[in-house]
């Protein structure tokens, strides 16, 4: 097992370059000088010259990668040029907000999907099927914004079961003391009930909001896999056998069927991240995407080079943890590799 | 031609989903098409003393917080919105289609180099990318359209390399080669023509997502500046009004948005049924 996931880890070290690779001409890509960009435009032929020096930009493209790798290793994401802050501190500041959004829509989008693609497999043609067909394509055509909007509407404003869409917790609550930054879960270990619930309750409307947008990938893949599995020669042996329908469908159909579902968490999760910085504009949400939001509109180039590479590394991990759960899962994987 | 034709007919009458998307489509193009000509009022034209209207008679989708027509915004905001996603989706058909086609055709290096540029665009989550390009490119509707087909791109690729790789040692391929086709001839005139309509369905498919995406860039404050009527910057002006009951300034964007997208998933849906029965989920 352990040989496996080491191997895995160096299959993604090629990814990882590509994805430094690309941030890197992202960064030098910028329109116009970026000396001059940097100097402002009071500054004087020297002090450009100056900057260029500084920056590193007379030396030449090799040497500037390494810089720039040698930089990253430190944990140096450059700095915010409107807020003089560390781009690297507020972005570690800020990726639990993002997580606790991604991570919680996943959980929940999973928890309709799956069973909903595994009942429309086990009755095709019925109108549980139908329905599961329409609602997920109409689901995956609703942009996570436009959906987050119609829900701060209807439950904020309509009916007021909601709270304002002002960040992660209410006006009166605090932030709980803790270590990891997900404020549910530190709520819970500090034992603050009132935090914990205004934390969830902040949670809810972004979450669905995004759930909604990746029930549909996951619904017809658990759906399409199902169908495949019951319709093969193991299960009308288990059948024959006499095995009861229930341990049929979960414990011999729906195992296999899950590993396709698994390698669709990749796609999904492409979708929650992206999908995660429309919502954190909508719900004020002080994410990560937020944060490269308030950038793009000031030109501030650091933040969101160093959001375009956390996210892109975020994602490379996460693809890592499905493809060493896709192992667990399925043995068969584990010997070949 | 005829046999094509009796089951397009056969399919659409099985699926009647797929015939109420064609009806939309038609719809989308026609306003598309005609849309700055059929406005009720000028998409521009500011007046303070009909700020915030509800809908009514006059102002069907009621009027903005600087008293502009919502309808007629909408409606002269398809053309845009459209003519974004389609421009992205044809550069990521054309280089997808080609580089794809090449890589599984002639294997080796070009499809070694092809295929790391596919996991290198595949190993960033694909908004995020978009917004990366922009940013880094210049804040343009161009520079949208491009990164839109950027992030396209690895699905024609993917799909065109596996397409064109099962076809590279077919008997025809062969024939081709023996009466003395060159290489680039055979792949333009023999595989590429080949693999076109299973590239139709996924342009039909990518279709909704590319005007996902480039909406959700203008959402963001990218590419298509205001006052142009474009539906993502219509929903972000309209955000701010949700909070204080004026739910029409942002819902009627929103809806011809999901209207829109909703209708090219269902054709691609439909596309595949056509052309390729045996996907069918």
């Not at chain 2, 056969?10 to 699926?15: F, H, K, Q, R, T």
């Not at chain 2, 595949?122 to 087909?149: C, Q």
């Amino acid at each position: 097992m352990l040989r496996f996931i080491l191997k895995r880890l160096a299959a993604a070290l090629p990814t990882v370059f590509g994805v430094l690779v690309v941030t890197f001409v992202m960064a030098r890509a910028l329109p116009g000088d970026p000396a001059a960009y940097f100097a402002g435009p009071a500054a004087t032929r020297e002090a450009i010259e100056q900057i260029r020096a500084k920056l590193g930009l007379d030396k030449s493209v090799p040497e500037q990668f390494g810089i720039y790798l040698r930089d990253l290793a430190q944990g140096e994401f450059g700095k915010s040029l409107s807020t003089g802050q560390s781009v690297g501190r507020e972005l570690v500041t800020r990726l639990p907000a993002s997580l606790e959004l991604v991570l919680g829509a996943l959980l929940l989008s999973m928890a309709i999907a799956i069973p909903l693609g595994v009942l429309a497999a086990t009755r095709p043609g019925s109108w549980i099927d139908h329905t599961a067909r329409v609602v997920t394509t109409a689901g995956v055509s609703l942009p996570a914004f436009f959906t987050g909007l119609v829900l701060i509407y209807v439950f904020y404003y309509l009916l007021g079961w909601a709270p304002a869409p002002m960040g992660r917790l209410d006006a009166f609550a605090s932030a709980p003391p803790g270590l990891t930054g997900f404020y549910v879960i530190d709520a819970l270990i500090a034992g603050e009930g009132e935090t914990f619930i205004s934390a969830v309750s902040q949670l809810i409307l972004p979450i669905v909001a995004l759930a909604i947008f990746t029930l549909a990938p996951l619904a017809r893949m658990t759906r399409a896999a199902m169908l495949e599995v019951l319709a093969s020669d193991f299960i009308r042996t288990a059948r024959a056998s006499g095995l009861p329908p229930s341990m049929v469908t979960y414990r011999y159909a729906f195992r296999n069927a899950l590993l396709p579902v698994i390698t669709t968490l990749g796609m999904v999760f492409s979708f929650l991240l992206g999908g995660a910085v429309l919502v954190e504009k909508v719900f004020a949400w002080p994410g990560i995407g937020a944060f490269a939001i308030e950038a793009l509109i000031a030109s501030d180039y650091a933040p969101i080079q160093g959001f375009v590479l956390t996210m892109a590394l975020l994602y490379v991990a996460l693809n890592l943890v499905i493809d060493v759960l896709y192992g667990v899962i399925d043995p068969r994987v584990g010997l070949e590799a | 031609m005829i046999a094509l034709l009796r089951h397009m007919r056969y399919v659409l009458s099985e699926n009647p989903v797929t015939l109420l998307a064609f009806a939309l489509f038609a719809v989308l193009v026609l306003a598309a098409v005609l849309g700055p000509s059929l406005t009720p009022h000028d998409p521009l034209a500011t007046d303070s003393t009909r700020a915030l209207q509800p809908p009514s008679a006059t102002y069907w989708f009621g009027t903005d917080q600087i008293g502009r027509d919502v309808f007629s915004r909408v409606l002269v905001a398809t053309r845009l919105d459209l003519a974004i996603a389609m421009a992205a989706v044809v550069i990521a058909f054309v280089f997808g289609a080609l580089g794809g086609a090449a890589a599984g055709y002639f294997g080796g290096w070009t499809e070694r180099v092809i295929s790391r540029l596919v996991d290198t665009v595949m190993a960033f989550p694909l908004f995020v990318l978009a917004m990366g390009i922009v940013a880094s490119m210049g804040n343009t509707v161009g520079n949208i359209v491009l990164a839109t087909g950027i992030i396209n791109f690895p699905i024609y690729a993917r799909v065109a390399r596996a397409e064109a790789n099962i076809r590279r040692n077919a008997g025809f391929i062969e024939a081709a080669r023996l009466s003395g086709n060159g290489e680039a001839r055979i792949l333009l005139m023999h595989i590429v023509p080949n693999i076109l309509p299973i590239m139709a369905v996924q342009m039909s498919l990518t279709m909704g997502y590319a005007i996902l995406n480039a909406a959700g860039l203008s959402f963001i404050g990218l590419g298509v500046r205001p006052p142009t009527p474009e539906w993502g910057i219509m929903v972000a002006e309209g955000a701010a009004f949700i909070v204080s009951g004026e739910w029409w300034v942002a819902l009627f964007p929103g809806l011809a948005l999901m209207l829109a997208v909703f209708c090219f998933n269902l054709l691609g849906d439909g596309f595949r049924d056509i052309l390729d029965p045996r996907k069918r989920t």
